[in-house]
C-alpha cells in the first residue's frame, strides 16, 4: 500500500489514535473548528412547522424559526471551506429513490473534499428510531412497543438489519436509542421511550446499542438527561428534578448502555435541570460522563440545542456565546447546522475561549473517523456506497422482524366475554384508526415525519390496515365500517353512522388513540403534548356512543402514550393496548383479535384510571403509591399496571428458592421460581423479580424492577428461571449523593407484573456500607434451565 508521506494520518497500519492526532496536528485552527460543525441540506421543516411561532421583540434574541433558517443560509461548498464534522439526513430530508440518495451522498462529499484543504471526509448521521427514517424503507414499531415485548434479543436483531441497511447506503452514525425514562405520560415523545423502567429501558436500549453497532454504524443514546421529566410534561419544559432522582432513575439507562454495549455517541438534551440546561453543564458532560463513566467517545447537540442557549434558554447573549457555553461544558459536534460554532475562531482570537478545548473535541471527531475507515488512503465517495447498489430497503427480512416485534408488543388487557374472536357474521369496525395506516408508525417514521409535506409520494410502502387485516383474518365474517370522528377534534357527525353500524351488527371493534406527527401536528410525537389522558378528541364519546348501544363492543387503543381508560372499566367484551405497532401491526392486532397469536405483550408504563392527578409512573415510594389512600383523594392505583399483560394460555409462577438467606455487601445470590403453562396453548410469559428495600435512609420506591426474563412454552410445560443478583443492584444514592450498597433486609418478589408478585421471600445483606461506582454490577443475569437467556436481562 502506498500512503502519500505529507499525509500520515491515511495510513490503516496506524492506531486510530495516532492517526487522529497526526491529523489534527496538521490542522489550522479553522480547520479544527470545521470539525465540530455540520450542515443540513434540503431541510424544509422550518417553513410549515414553526411559521406561527413568534418572539417577544423587546427581548436580543432570535425567534424558533430564525434558528431553524440560520444554517440553511449558507450552502454547501461555504460550509466546507476549512472542512466538516456532519452532514445531516442526506437520506431523512425528502423523499428519493435509492439511486438519488445514492447520487447525493457522492455529492455532498465531493463538494465536502474539493472544497477542503486536506480533503477529510464528513461524517454521515440520520435518525432510525423506528428504523431507517428514509423514503420507502420497513417502519418498524416504535421504541414503546420495544419496551412491551420485554425482548432484548429482539430488539437487537431488528437493531442489526436497520444498521445493515443504513451502513449500506453510506450512513455512519445513527441518532438512537432514546434512553429516556418515562416520567409523565402526558409528554408527547412517550412514544419514543421504550417504558417508564430504568432496568427495562437500560436492557433493551443496550440491546439496540448492540444491534446497531454490530453493523458499524455508531449509536447514540439520547437525550442526555432529564428531557422525559420536563414539568407537565411539555416539551422542552423546564426539569424540577433533584440530584437524587437525576442519579437514581434517569443516568442509569445512559450508564448501562456505555458499559455493557460499547456505545459511542451521546445527545444532549433540551431541557434545563433546576435552571441550568444540559447542553451548557459540565457536571453533566464531563464530570459524570467522562470522569466517573471513563466514556471516550463524542457527545453531539440535539438539533439546534447550542443556539437555544441564547434564544430559549437565554443564558448567553447570543450564538457564540451559546457555542463556547457548550463547547465548555462538553458537546463535541453541532448538530445539524454549524450555528453557535460558527463564532468559535473569534472567540479563541480573543481570548475568551481555549483552544485546548477545540482539540479535545476536534480529537474526538477525528477518531471515530479513523476508526469507521473515513481517513484510509483507499475511503471514496464512490465507495462508500458501493453496497446500496443491492440494498432493499424494505425486505422480507425486515417485514419479517417488523412482524414479530409487532406480535409480541400487543398487550391483552382483558380478553372480556369475547376475545378471541370467534362464530360470528356480521361485525361493525369503528374509529380513526381502524383505516388509517399512518397511526400505526410513530413520528419518527418517513411516512408521519416527512411525507405530510409531499403528499404526492404517499406512504412509500405498503401497509394494511387494521380493518383490511381483520377482513383478511376473518375471511368468513361480514363487516362494515365507519369512521365515526377523527383522531383530534370535535366533529360528532360521524356518530349516527358508526352507532348505527353496531346496533346492526353482533359485536363491534372499536379502533381509537392516536395520529403521530410532529410539533402540534398530531396527538403523539415530539411536540404533540397532552393537557390530560383522556382519548384525543371526542374518541372517548364515540366509545360511550357505542356502549349504550347494549352490543358487545371490544376496544382496541393504538397509541403512542398509555390513556385513562377507567370510564370503560367494566362495560368492554375485551380490551387491546398496541402501542404505535409499525407497518406490520394491523396484521398483529388483527391476529390477536382473532386467536391466531397468543398474545404475550406486558406494559411498559401503566394504564392509568382517571385523566387526571399526573404524573403516576409505579417507580413511588409510599407516599406516592397506593399506600397513601386516606391520605390524599387523587387515586394512585392504576387500571392495568407496569409488567401487566394477560394471554389466552394460562400461567403460573411458583417454587421460589434462594441461594442463601444473608449475603455480604459485595455478595451475591440466585432467585430460582417454576413458571409452568397450565393452559392449552402455546404461549410465551415474562417472568419479573423486584426489590424492596425495607429500611433505607432515604425514601425508595417500594419495588423496583431488577431482572426479568421471557420464557416461551408449550401446553403442560415448565422451566426453572434462574435470576443472579449481585448485592450491587440493591445500590441507591444516599443522603450525601453518593451511590451506596447499605446493609439491611430485602423482599425479593417475582411474578408477571408489578402488582402479581406471589413469590415472595426476605433477604439479609450484611457487612459493612459499601460505596460502588461505574465498575458496579448493573445487570441481573438470567438462565431458562440452566441455560442463559437471550430474552432476559436486568439493568
Known amino acids: ?95 428519493q429513490t435509492v439511486q438519488q440518495g445514492i447520487a447525493e451522498v457522492i455529492r455532498q462529499h465531493e463538494v465536502v473534499l474539493k472544497e477542503s484543504r486536506l480533503g477529510v471526509p464528513a461524517l454521515v448521521h440520520e435518525e432510525c428510531l423506528t428504523g431507517f427514517t428514509t423514503y420507502g424503507a ?78 458499524g454504524v455508531l449509536a447514540t443514546l439520547k437525550h442526555f438527561a432529564g428531557y422525559s421529566a420536563s414539568r407537565a410534561g411539555r416539551n422542552h ?181 369475547v376475545l378471541p374472536l370467534s362464530n360470528l357474521t356480521k361485525v361493525a369496525v369503528v374509529g380513526p384508526c381502524a383505516d388509517d395506516p399512518r397511526t400505526l408508525m410513530g413520528c419518527y417514521a418517513f411516512p408521519n415525519h416527512v411525507l405530510p409535506r409531499y403528499p404526492e409520494h404517499g406512504l412509500g410502502i405498503d401497509i394494511t390496515s387494521p380493518l383490511d387485516a381483520l377482513r383478511n383474518e376473518l375471511a368468513g365474517v361480514e363487516f362494515s365500517y365507519a369512521k365515526g370522528c377523527e383522531v383530534v377534534g370535535d366533529d360528532r357527525s360521524g356518530f349516527e353512522r358508526a352507532v348505527a353500524d353496531a346496533g346492526d351488527s353482533e359485536l363491534t371493534v372499536a379502533f381509537v388513540g392516536d395520529l403521530s406527527g410532529l410539533f402540534g401536528h398530531g396527538t403523539s410525537g415530539e411536540g404533540c403534548d397532552a393537557e390530560d389522558l383522556r382519548l384525543p378528541g371526542v374518541q372517548a364519546d364515540l366509545v360511550n356512543a357505542l356502549l349504550a348501544t347494549g352490543k358487545p363492543v371490544v376496544l382496541v387503543v393504538v397509541s403512542g402514550r398509555p390513556y385513562a381508560l377507567g370510564e370503560f372499566d367494566g362495560r368492554l367484551a375485551g380490551l387491546v393496548q398496541a402501542f404505535i405497532p409499525g407497518q406490520e401491526g394491523g396484521s398483529a392486532i388483527a391476529g390477536v383479535l382473532s386467536g391466531r397469536i397468543v398474545p404475550s405483550g406486558k406494559l411498559p408504563v401503566q394504564i392509568p384510571r382517571h385523566v387526571g392527578g399526573q404524573p403516576g409512573t409505579y417507580l413511588q415510594p409510599a407516599l406516592g403509591s397506593v399506600e397513601s389512600a386516606g391520605i390524599s383523594g387523587l387515586e394512585a392505583r392504576p387500571l392495568y399496571p407496569f409488567g401487566y ?17 444473608v449475603i455480604g455487601s459485595d455478595g451475591e445470590f440466585t432467585a430460582t421460581v417454576r413458571v409452568a403453562n397450565t393452559g392449552d396453548r402455546a404461549g410465551d410469559e415474562v417472568v419479573q423479580l423486584y426489590l424492596r428495600d425495607v429500611v433505607a435512609k432515604v425514601a425508595r420506591p417500594l419495588k423496583q424492577l431488577t431482572g426479568f426474563a421471557r420464557v416461551a412454552l408449550e401446553p403442560g410445560a415448565a422451566a426453572d428461571v434462574t435470576f443472579r443478583v449481585h448485592a450491587d443492584r440493591t445500590a441507591y444514592t444516599g443522603p450525601d449523593l453518593r451511590r451506596i450498597v447499605e446493609p439491611g433486609e430485602f423482599e425479593v418478589m417475582i411474578g408477571t407484573s408489578s402488582l402479581d408478585l406471589p413469590c415472595r421471600a426476605m433477604l439479609r445483606v450484611g457487612g459493612n456500607v459499601r460505596v460502588v461506582g461505574h465498575d458496579r454490577v448493573l445487570t441481573t443475569p438470567v438462565t431458562i434451565n440452566g441455560t442463559i437467556s437471550r430474552t432476559g436481562g436486568g439493568g
Not at 443556539?307 to 463535541?332: I, K, Y
Open 237 to 417: 419544559g423546564p426539569v424540577s428534578m433533584g440530584r437524587r432522582e437525576l442519579l437514581d432513575i434517569i443516568l442509569p439507562t445512559f450508564e448501562t448502555a456505555i458499559a455493557t454495549a460499547g456505545a459511542v455517541s451521546v445527545m444532549s438534551s433540551y431541557a434545563d435541570l433546576d435552571g441550568l440546561p444540559a447542553s451548557a453543564d459540565p457536571w453533566l458532560f464531563t464530570e459524570v460522563l467522562r470522569d466517573e463513566w471513563g466514556f471516550e467517545g463524542t457527545v453531539v447537540s440535539d438539533y439546534w440545542a447550542v443556539p437555544f442557549l441564547a434564544s430559549m434558554h437565554r443564558v448567553a447573549a447570543d450564538d457564540a456565546e451559546a457555542g463556547v457555553l457548550a463547547l465548555t461544558a462538553g458537546t463535541d459536534v453541532e448538530l445539524p447546522d454549524t450555528i453557535g460554532y460558527a463564532g468559535l475562531l473569534d472567540k479563541v482570537k480573543a481570548g475568551e475561549l481555549s483552544e485546548d478545548l477545540i482539540d479535545r473535541a476536534a480529537r474526538r471527531i477525528l477518531l471515530q473517523k479513523a476508526e469507521l475507515g473515513l481517513l484510509d488512503e483507499d475511503w471514496t465517495p464512490e465507495g462508500s456506497v458501493t453496497a446500496a447498489q443491492d440494498v432493499e430497503l424494505n425486505s422480507e427480512q425486515n417485514r419479517a422482524i417488523a412482524a414479530e416485534l409487532a406480535e409480541k408488543s400487543v398487550v391483552l388487557l382483558d380478553a372480556g366475554s
Open 645 to 661: 399483560g394477560a394471554s389466552y394460555t394460562d400461567f403460573t409462577v411458583g417454587d421460589l428458592r434462594l441461594s442463601a438467606p
Open 138 to 215: 420497513t417502519v418498524y414499531p416504535a421504541s414503546i412497543a420495544w419496551g412491551a415485548t420485554f425482548d432484548p434479543d429482539l430488539v437487537e436483531r431488528m437493531a442489526a438489519a436497520i444498521g445493515r441497511d443504513m451502513a449500506a447506503v453510506g450512513v455512519h452514525q445513527g441518532l438512537s436509542p432514546v434512553l429516556d425514562v418515562v416520567r409523565d405520560y402526558r409528554w408527547g415523545r412517550v412514544e419514543e421511550t421504550i417504558g417508564e423502567d430504568p432496568c427495562l429501558v437500560g436492557i433493551l436500549g443496550s440491546a439496540y446499542v448492540r444491534g446497531l453497532q454490530s453493523a
Open 1 to 95: 500500500m502506498s500512503i502519500s508521506t505529507d499525509r500520515p494520518w491515511r495510513d490503516p497500519r496506524r492506531s486510530a489514535a495516532e492517526r487522529a492526532g497526526l491529523l489534527l496536528a496538521a490542522m489550522t485552527l479553522e480547520e479544527k473548528i470545521a470539525q465540530l460543525g455540520s450542515r443540513w441540506i434540503g431541510n424544509d421543516m422550518a417553513d410549515e412547522e414553526l411559521a406561527e411561532r413568534s418572539v417577544d421583540e423587546t427581548l436580543n434574541v432570535a425567534p424558533m424559526e430564525d434558528v431553524f433558517a440560520a444554517g440553511g443560509a449558507v450552502t454547501l461548498e461555504d460550509a466546507s471551506r476549512e472542512g466538516l464534522g456532519h452532514l445531516t439526513r442526506v437520506w431523512g430530508s425528502y423523499p
